[in-house]
């Protein structure tokens, strides 16, 4: 337990053996190192000190959140960091999703090591204003499950942040697990003395997913960091009307594919419709989606994002959905979102220090 560090043999949820209730809370009962905690020394965990001294060059902090898995928080994250780097900004995105790590992936940089310097860790460059960091590089094999509790989960998201040389950033986007577990409680203890600019929270628009969101704001709340807006993604299917497939189907479940002769049909009938968009709701909005559930918590609302195959496709190659014009219906709309936080919160102080 050198420098307060959590063991790896301690319960879940454990304090830490700094804690003022270490060796005494409920979570300590039937650890072997509760006699240890409860007796030994208390006094201010001296890797904050180190974690102050790194994020000192890092201008904001932004934490992406999800209450519920699946609502593309992982895709947000990876096109915020795009679109952030795209005007010529210095960006980090931190990967401390540790049991599902998919930045490395939507970033085109599976297969990547990491590098050790005399400075410390070094983070893998997308670009050379766009570096990530991830267990994800650490992994001898993918397909490995990371099987850890809290105590060793916080300890790597500390090394993170103490050890990873970033050099001069204008954001660090952190891209955390869904839930409010000890991830979320170990990331913002780290960097609350060093400030955090807020969170931007991730949802889709039906009620089973807004019901884990409502409790993502309401932990926000609870300690102290700013919810910069809600991002309601998967808002309704989006794609030209070209691209859908047309199948006929039978009673017994089997289809005959008619998109050739329906395509064909439009081009001599009905050209026009070849430039129309096709739109439908996917999840069940009739609740009032996002945009509802902001007003009712009193929190920012940015925006809508479609669902889009080209971004999705855009995901799997790990490409920006911005560098080409394929995501013709997804990037205006994330674009749009983005314009939206940086008019509210940094465009005045950028534009001073450009």
């Known amino acids: 337990m050198e420098n307060g560090e959590i063991p790896e043999n301690a319960n879940e949820h454990c304090p830490g053996p700094q804690s003022e209730s270490a060796g005494k809370s409920d979570a300590c009962e039937g650890c072997p190192n509760q006699e240890v905690c409860a007796t030994a020394p208390k006094g201010p965990d001296p890797d904050l000190v180190a974690i102050a001294e790194r994020m000192a060059t890092v ?31 210095q960006v980090g995105l931190l990967d401390i999703d540790i ?9 085109g940089l599976e297969g990547q090591d990491i590098h050790q310097s005399n400075l410390g860790w070094s983070p893998v460059y997308v670009e050379s204003n766009l570096g990530v960091m991830s267990i994800g590089f650490m992994l001898p094999n993918p397909d490995e499950a990371v099987i850890w509790r809290g105590p060793r989960k916080n300890g790597l998201i500390k090394q993170f942040l103490k050890d990873v040389y970033w050099g001069e950033l204008d954001f660090l986007v952190v891209d955390a697990p869904p839930g409010t577990s000890d991830e979320h ?60 497939r047309f199948l006929r189907m039978t009673e017994n479940g ?8 329906v ?25 009032g989606g996002a945009a509802k559930m902001c007003t009712e918590m009193g929190v920012p609302f940015l925006g809508k994002v479609p ?27 994330l674009k749009s979102i983005v314009e939206k936080l940086m008019a509210k919160y940094w465009c005045k102080e950028m534009s001073v220090e450009q």
């Not at 201008?59 to 005007?87: D, P, Y």
């Not at 081009?267 to 439908?280: G, H, Q």
């Open 59 to 89: 201008k904001h902090k932004i934490l992406v959140l999800s209450g519920k898995g699946g609502v593309g928080k992982s895709t947000f994250s990876a096109q915020l960091s795009f679109a952030l780097a795209a005007k010529d900004f």
């Open 99 to 107: 049991c599902g790590p998919s930045i490395p992936k939507m970033l």
């Open 185 to 244: 409680i170990s990331i913002v203890q780290f960097l609350q003395a060093t400030g955090i600019d807020g969170a931007i929270i991730v949802t889709t628009p039906q009620q089973v997913s807004l019901i884990d969101v409502r409790k993502e704001v309401s932990f926000c709340k609870k300690v102290g960091v700013p919810v910069l807006g809600v991002v309601e993604n998967m808002s309704g299917l989006c794609q030209p009307l070209k691209d859908f």
């Open 254 to 261: 089997e289809h005959t594919d008619l998109t050739e002769e």
């Open 263 to 287: 395509i064909e049909y439009m081009k001599k009938n009905a050209p026009e419709m070849l430039d129309l968009i096709a739109a439908s709701e996917i999840f069940d909005s009739s609740g």
């Open 307 to 333: 669902l889009d195959p080209q971004l999705c496709k855009a995901a799997e190659e790990g490409k920006s959905c911005f560098s080409e014009q394929k995501c013709s219906i997804s990037a205006p709309a």
